[in-house]
């Protein structure tokens, strides 16, 4: 078992930066690949950015080149830098441990999620 606990988020303007944080316990992180997912009113959970075991990052097309994910299994945490945010980046930020891909089901452990809220 994984518990997932995610903080940093807020509210920002437009253009604007936050950083948000998820911090593990229960077990390593490092035998999971790593993601943030984030959901908008009335949308869908969709795939943010995720992080392997390996190293390997992937990020969804939305936001890549504004956002940076990283993992640090000795303190097992994983962070979500966000740059040049956007009024459409407004939503629930989850952190997840899982097997991998950009599937949320093939996510077994959610945090709660935590609110960021970007205005023009």
């Known amino acids: 078992q994984v518990q997932l606990v995610e903080s940093g988020g807020g509210l920002a303007q437009a253009g604007g930066s936050l950083r948000l944080s998820c911090a593990a316990s229960?077990?390593?992180?490092?035998?999971?690949?790593m993601a943030w997912f984030r959901q908008a009113p009335g949308k869908e959970r969709e795939f943010v950015a995720r992080?392997?075991?390996?190293?390997?990052?992937y990020y969804a097309e939305s936001v890549r080149g504004r956002f940076t994910i990283s993992r640090d299994n000795a303190q097992n945490t994983v962070s979500l830098q966000m740059n040049s945010l956007k009024p459409e980046d407004t939503a629930i930020y989850y952190c997840?441990?899982?097997?991998?891909?950009?599937?949320?089901?093939?996510?077994?452990?959610w945090g709660q999620g935590t609110q960021v809220t970007v205005s023009s």
């Open positions: 997840a441990a899982g097997t991998g891909t950009s599937d949320r089901r093939s996510y077994n452990y």
């Open positions: 229960g077990r390593s992180i490092s035998s999971y690949v």
């Open positions: 992080h392997s075991r390996s190293n390997t990052i």
